[in-house]
Antibody, heavy 121, light 107 residues
Framework: EVQLVQSGAEVKKPGESLKISCKGS????????IAWVRQMPGKGLEWMGI????????RYSPSFQGQVTFSADKSINTAYLQWSGLKASDTAIYFC??????????????WGQGTLVTVSS | EIVLTQSPGTLSLSPGERATLSCRAS???????IVWYQQKPGQAPRLLIY???SRATGIPDRFSGSGSGTDFTLTISRLEPEDLAVYYC????????FGGGTKVEIK
């Protein structure tokens, strides 16, 4: 069974750093892109970017370029999203999702449960 | 960047009624690149439709997708109480964007 399990909720202060994780199981983790998606309180979904765990090739949405960093450790089937200096506006739920391609289409077929990040002084 | 505009913002219907959700793109998108997701309250999004019209595994046949060019539609033929959710369209042409979502309420 394919699963993406994310790390637990975090409460941080502005300026602090943070790294959250997304662990995949039940499939070949290195052969599928992993996306990160932000959902601010009461708002819609925003694509942050994508990483290929096999070689850590990374693509960032222009809105998030320079604001966050993606990484992956293929030895433990885990992808990471990190911030070096959090802001209150980073308060949101962050989802990871597996990108799957079939018949010329690509889509996010499995999602993590989400990690709530709260940034408050 | 391709902007996706979903309408209506909220749809309030009774069980058994037909729901029609619209997703309009700011420029033409290949049908292969249109995806729909369902997000129930407090849950992660769930894949419904990919390639504009192909149902994902386990999705009931009351959900269907159609459209081409700039206009795409998600139809729920007979609403069930468990269809209460926000529905998002997504495209991945030159970049990837989500629509703002349509909230489906059950009367």
């Amino acid at each position: 069974e394919v699963q993406l399990v994310q790390s637990g909720a975090e409460v941080k202060k502005p300026g602090e750093s943070l790294k959250i994780s997304c662990k995949g199981s039940g499939y070949s983790f290195t052969n599928n892109w992993i996306a990160w998606v932000r959902q601010m309180p009461g708002k819609g979904l925003e694509w942050m970017g994508i990483i290929y765990p096999g070689d850590s090739d990374t693509r960032y949405s222009p809105s998030f370029q320079g604001q966050v960093t993606f990484s992956a450790d293929k030895s433990i089937n885990t992808a990471y999203l990190q911030w070096s200096g959090l802001k209150a506006s980073d308060t949101a739920i962050y989802f990871c999702a597996r990108r799957y391609s079939s018949g010329g289409s690509a889509y996010f077929d499995y999602w993590g449960q989400g990690t709530l990040v709260t940034v408050s002084s | 960047e391709i902007v996706l505009t979903q309408s209506p913002g909220t749809l309030s219907l009774s069980p058994g009624e037909r729901a029609t959700l619209s997703c309009r793109a700011s420029q033409s998108v290949s049908s292969k690149n249109i995806v729909w997701y369902q997000q129930k309250p407090g849950q992660a999004p769930r894949l419904l439709i990919y390639g504009a019209s192909s149902r994902a595994t386990g999705i009931p046949d009351r959900f269907s997708g159609s459209g081409s060019g700039t206009d795409f539609t998600l139809t729920i033929s007979r609403l069930e109480p468990e269809d209460l959710a926000v529905y998002y369209c997504q495209q991945y042409g030159t970049s990837l964007t989500f629509g703002g979502g349509t909230k489906v309420e059950i009367k």
